[in-house]
């Protein structure tokens, strides 16, 4: 008889009473009904429930390695077989954290007359796990630019013609204590000026002398 478990592996932040594997007892691909029975020596930090074993710490326990030894009696049967397994008692995984800023999209040149709520790029934020950016969003100078959503950067206010020449903005992202931020370069421009009104030909009357 053989008597395998369907995983070896826990959680350290796991609660007391979470199934760490599925016992089973085999004999010939045939499954034994079997009452499981843990050690005394393997106690403390995890106990029999029914056929899993199950987490028993109810403080702190420390990753790592630990041996648990089962034995396995048979209900219908006459025999009986013990395993010993080592559980990975893993530790706790790092919150995700942003890990940089991506510029998508950048509107430039910009017209000196643009007004509030233009859009001057797309942004994205990348993540250590890979998960989507769930933190905070900043941009500077705040007096200039804002966020909009979670992916866009936009004109806080209307620009005038003292915002001319090379502008740089940043936008900061925050999650779980880690900050990111990136900066774009926009080139504020004057508007295009605008064309001559088309000129209004005058039509000459002309003058004959009485008699001709």
């Not at 326990?61 to 990975?88: K, Q």
């Not at 090379?166 to 900066?183: D, L």
Request: glycine share 8%; aromatic share 6%; proline share 9%.
């Amino acid at each position: 008889m053989t008597i395998t478990i369907s995983n070896l592996k826990v959680p350290v932040s796991a609660p007391a009473g979470t199934i760490v594997g599925v016992l089973a007892a085999v004999d010939a691909d045939t499954a034994i009904p079997c009452n499981f029975i843990l050690s005394k020596n393997s106690s403390g930090f995890f106990s029999i429930s029914a056929n899993s074993l199950v987490t028993a710490w109810s403080a702190s326990i420390a990753p790592g390695y630990y041996s648990v030894r089962v034995r396995a009696v048979g209900i219908s049967e006459r025999f009986s077989g013990t395993a010993t397994f080592t559980i990975n008692v893993t530790d706790a995984p790092s919150p995700p954290t942003p890990t940089g800023i991506t510029f998508l999209t950048t509107t430039t040149p910009l017209p000196d007359n643009s007004p509030a709520q233009t859009i001057v790029a797309t942004f994205s934020v990348s993540m250590s796990d890979g998960s989507a950016f769930a933190g905070t969003l900043a941009a500077s100078p705040a007096n200039t630019v804002a966020i909009s959503g979670t992916t866009g950067l936009v004109l806080a206010r209307k620009l005038t013609s003292t915002d001319d020449g090379p502008q740089q903005w940043t936008v900061s992202a925050t999650q779980n204590g880690v900050t990111v931020s990136s900066s774009v370069t926009v080139q504020v421009i004057p508007p295009p000026a605008s064309p001559p009104a088309p000129r209004r030909h005058r039509r000459r009357v002309g003058w004959w002398p009485s008699g001709l």
